[in-house]
């Protein structure tokens, strides 16, 4: 089974940066839709961005678009997601998912099939 391995979580001030990484076992990764999602304290996860396999195309949720950035590197076997101006309402933890089928713009997590484990991420002053 593919594992998914996330790092680069922390603790930052408003207004700051991270930039989390998600590392897999093996290329298989390459040939899958991979998303990034989010859950908070008492809330549902959801989905935060996803990019195909290949092309130009990036998809983002309304409340990250402009400030996240979703990246792939097929020779590191890894996705990224850059994460600016964050504030407060950006704490969460962090999750990479490689997706079952359908198209990549849906970022449902019933979609997903492969988690990572989850990297936290604190915002606050």
């Known amino acids: 089974q593919l594992h998914l391995e996330e790092s680069g979580g922390g603790s930052v001030q408003p207004g700051g940066s991270l930039r989390l990484s998600c590392v897999a076992s093996d290329n298989r990764i390459n040939t899958r839709c991979m998303g990034w999602f989010r859950q908070a304290p008492g809330k549902e996860r959801e989905g935060v961005a996803s990019?195909?396999?290949?092309?130009?195309?990036?998809y983002y949720d309304d409340s990250v678009r402009g400030r996240f950035t979703i990246s792939r590197d097929t020779g590191a076997k890894a996705i990224f997601l850059q994460m600016n101006n964050l504030g407060p309402e950006d704490t969460a933890v962090y999750y990479c998912?490689?997706?079952?089928?359908?198209?990549?713009?849906?970022?449902?997590?019933?979609?997903?099939?492969?988690w990572g484990q989850g990297t936290q991420v604190t915002v606050s002053s």
């Open positions: 990019i195909p396999t290949e092309g130009s195309a990036r």
């Open positions: 998912a490689a997706k079952q089928s359908g198209h990549c713009g849906a970022i449902r997590p019933a979609n997903f099939n492969i």
